[in-house]
Nanobody, 121 residues
C-alpha cells in the first residue's frame, strides 16, 4: 500500500500562485509514476499533470500547459505541483496519485484524499 497526503491548497486570487505537495509513504516512492488530477464541482475528475519515476518526463493537460509545473524529489518522497497564473476555472479539489506502470493513466494504483484549491476574482 502507498499512502498519499496532499497539502498546500487554499484560497488565492486569480493570477496568483500556489504550490501543492504530496508526500508518499508505504512503498519505495521511486517505483511510482506520479500524477495530479482535479475535480471541480459537478464535473468529472480530470488529468492535470504527470511525472515519470525518475522525473525525466513530464506531461500536462492542455488547459494547464505553460502555467503548471510538476516536479518530484525522490529523496523526500514528495511530488509537487506549482500552479501559476491561476484562473477561476482552476478551482477544484486536487488529488495526487501513484501509478506503478503508466505515467499518464486514468486508473492509478493509489489516490490521495485531495486538497481544495479555490481561485477567486
Amino acid at each position: 500500500q502507498v499512502q498519499l497526503v496532499e497539502s498546500g491548497g487554499g484560497l488565492v486570487q486569480a493570477g496568483g500562485s500556489l504550490r501543492l505537495s504530496c508526500v508518499a509513504s508505504g512503498r519505495p516512492f521511486s517505483n511510482y509514476h506520479m500524477d495530479w488530477f482535479r475535480q471541480a464541482p459537478g464535473k468529472e475528475r480530470e488529468f492535470v499533470a504527470a511525472i515519470s519515476r525518475s522525473g525525466d518526463s513530464t506531461y500536462y493537460a492542455d488547459s494547464v500547459k505553460g502555467r503548471f509545473i510538476i516536479s518530484r524529489e525522490n529523496a523526500k518522497n514528495t511530488v509537487y505541483l506549482q500552479m501559476n497564473s491561476l484562473k477561476l476555472e482552476d478551482t477544484a479539489v486536487y488529488y495526487c496519485a501513484a501509478a506503478r506502470y503508466s505515467v499518464v493513466t486514468n486508473s492509478p494504483d493509489y489516490w490521495g484524499q485531495g486538497t481544495q484549491v479555490t481561485v477567486s476574482s
